[in-house]
């Protein structure tokens, strides 16, 4: 098949689901109590980060996703980092992470002091699966008194973070399992899956805590923001003190007993999430519309596979997936570059976390299917709006 | 005297200036085009880490300050540990800090891995002093090679970081002279010191750069917020794509060539920077008036000093303060008590760090004047809105 041919169907095909000669990868929507919110915020003085707006936005979540308790901070790298140190990731650690994820996965790894330790994802949900895992670990490691040893590194490996990529849930009872079985705290990157769901439970609510963002490209919005999520009082308490300087509750003295960060999020960004989780039912109902319609124009289009949920989930198609079959993966940055052209954002996943230069050295499992799903991810046109 | 009457004569002294019965320590005010920004952003979608807002605030506080580069972050912490990273601050060295300042200095010290050293400051300005720095190097450090090594831990001192303390400056001339005899760079915490002018020149701007922060207790406030100022281009780009995750610029592709961070201020805290700069010239004359009238009513009450700025500088007058008269410092906390009881926010300075858990095996100067500064400090009302 002609490149020129295949960059023709899926733009033709884009074209008949959204009905739009152009269209951005992911816009947000403000359709709903935004300026309402924000003008009580201003006109009530409190923008930073005490107010009203904050626990309204943080309640919310709570009743939606089902967890009991939420800490809402500066953006999903801020929760990734404060969930890892809340759960005792220190200086020496490893910390088990997709190579298939956003930079910020490893980062908030490193910000702690500790190593990311990369795995291969399988081919049928795009994350670390449990049977992979489980190999894996029993190859590599050794758990004394309930520690994971990295037999190569002599290191503590103390954490895992599956990531549920572009929405689409792990399998986190599987990952649960093999995580108590080698004494591995899970830790769930639910950065781009609000509102997406595992076996009737919300991503985020089956590990120890999960980080949430609310970057300007995710379902909802607050400018900057994100947020932990947990059923556990304790660890809720411990990011909340440590988001908010390891101050010690005082009318008037300032004291802190442990080195803590300025990462609450301000009362302002509350307000436009308090606003964006309102419409949030909305925003999921269309984007899983929106995967309806790319089914229908994609189907009998060669060369190409519209990435579905698992049986066990239901997503919330933050961001919709091409895979390119695997005979014509080279020809991956060509099709991107014409369904640019065209008018459509369109782009790759990201280039694997191992091959970037911090992270070159760092311990790494076979990424077979990682390198495999790099070069054929491609995704397309994916906001709520497009419907 | 007895307590009583020096917490009445205070009361009746904040009353008679402010006019009011109560008063908050500060409050912000959005009496400008706060809204109507805000309005803007949502409408173009545009809420999050790139946006005109952003760039139009950064013009601003450049035109503002005469700084050549500005670089928005998500607040002041961010700001100062970017200036830290960006100078080559890295683990294993010290950083000169004042002990009398917010946890914060502190705390963007040991993100890099380096150690807070902390100085004592003088009682004329409340900051660090030349003299006193030049004589404290002079007896604890050697210089090799341009490199300042402290002669008890070993350790290369890289950085001094003066702190403009509620916002009257430091003595920058004088230990920009003696950082540059000893190899150090100076970075400014001018945290509180936005509209503070040392010998004509803003704060922040004498330094290799210097931070600022728009938390909501702030002279102007983004709800959360800071920025680094510098005249070095490659220092800025250096900070901006640190902000960015160090991502290499790419229409889709994503590569990021260092450990970069989430530390870039959303376009909708930009907003209502962009709208705050415009009143700044308004706050900085009402604070200046207020400091005016509170020199009026505390014209011979006995037991407190009012502080004020250097002849060689121009202050924002950010937080307002009282010293105590020496002799009754040991009342402090019960006059802070008396005058909130009355209505009016009041509070002492921050506990010196090098008290704090985290920080109390940190090397330190001798105190003396830190300590007895401490004791001394009481802050009243300050916002710009009394006046």
Not at 204 to 216: E, M
Not at 346 to 362: G, H, I, T, V
Not at 375 to 384: H, Q, Y
């Amino acid at each position: 098949m002609k490149t020129e041919s295949l960059v023709s169907a899926i733009n033709a095909s884009i074209l008949s689901a959204i009905d739009l000669r152009t269209a951005t990868l992911h816009a947000p929507t403000f359709n709903g109590n935004e300026m309402a919110y924000l003008k009580e915020c201003i006109e009530s003085t409190y923008v930073s980060s005490v107010g009203a707006m904050v626990t309204d936005f943080e309640e919310a979540i709570s009743r939606y996703t089902g967890a009991k308790y939420v800490v809402a901070v500066v953006n999903g790298t801020a929760a990734l980092h404060l969930s890892l140190l809340a759960n005792g990731v220190g200086a020496g650690d490893e910390v088990l992470i997709p190579a298939l994820s956003f930079v910020a996965t490893a980062n908030a790894v490193s910000y702690c002091g500790a190593t990311p330790h990369f795995l291969d994802v399988d081919l049928r949900r795009m994350t670390v699966s449990a049977e992979f895992l489980d190999e894996y670990l029993e190859s590599i490691s050794t758990v004394n008194n309930g520690i994971c040893i990295n037999n190569a590194t002599g290191s503590v490996i103390r954490a895992i973070i599956p990531m549920h990529t572009f929405g689409h849930p792990a399998d986190l009872d599987g990952l649960q399992r093999v995580a108590q079985k080698y004494g591995l705290v899970m830790i769930e990157d639910a950065a781009e899956s609000l509102g997406s769901w595992y076996k009737g439970r919300h991503t985020g609510t089956v590990g120890k805590c999960g980080a949430l963002s609310f970057n300007g490209n995710k379902i909802i919005t607050t400018g900057g923001g994100g947020a932990v999520i947990t059923d556990d009082e304790n660890l809720a308490q411990k990011l909340k003190h440590l988001s908010t300087t390891a101050k010690i509750a005082h009318q008037w003295k300032y004291v802190h007993d442990e080195i803590g960060y300025n990462y609450r999020m301000p009362n302002i960004n509350a307000a436009i999430g308090k606003a964006q989780m309102e419409q949030l039912p909305g925003f999921i109902s269309n984007k899983r519309e929106l995967f309806n319609r790319y089914r229908q124009s994609f189907d009998g289009v060669d060369g190409v596979t519209l990435f579905a949920e698992s049986p066990d989930s239901c997503s919330n198609y933050w961001l919709q997936t091409l895979l390119l079959d695997k005979s014509i993966s080279d020809k991956r940055d060509q099709v991107i570059e014409g369904i640019n052209l065209f008018g459509f954002h369109a782009r790759p996943a990201w280039s694997l976390l191992n091959r970037m230069k911090p992270y070159a050295l760092c311990p790494a499992s076979d990424l077979e299917n990682s390198i495999e799903l790099e070069s054929r991810i491609i995704n397309i046109p994916s906001s709520s709006s497009l419907i």
